[in-house]
């Protein structure tokens, strides 16, 4: 029986190093920071949960400059 697909070994794709996020000013990020905390208090927010992999960095990078 035929099936209707196949398999093809293919190459690792070729990841370029991350660039450094543009601004180191430290107090940029304790703005964000503070913002931060104030909306989650205005949520009634304990605790934030920051997802952060090699793929979907953004919002960690924005928020600690990490």
């Known amino acids: ?3 209707p697909f196949r ?3 293919t190459d690792w794709p070729d990841y370029a190093a991350a660039q450094p996020p543009g601004s ?6 304790r703005q964000r920071l ?5 909306r989650m ?3 009634g927010l304990e605790a934030l949960i ?3 992999d ?6 960690m990078v ?5």
């Open 54 to 59: 090699r793929e979907h960095f953004g919002s």
């Open 7 to 9: 398999l093809v070994e």
């Open 34 to 38: 503070a913002k931060t905390r104030d």
């Open 24 to 29: 180191r000013d430290l107090e940029i990020y």
């Open 41 to 43: 208090a205005r949520l």
């Open 1 to 3: 029986m035929n099936a």
């Open 62 to 66: 924005w928020l600690t400059g990490f």
């Open 50 to 52: 920051v997802y952060a």
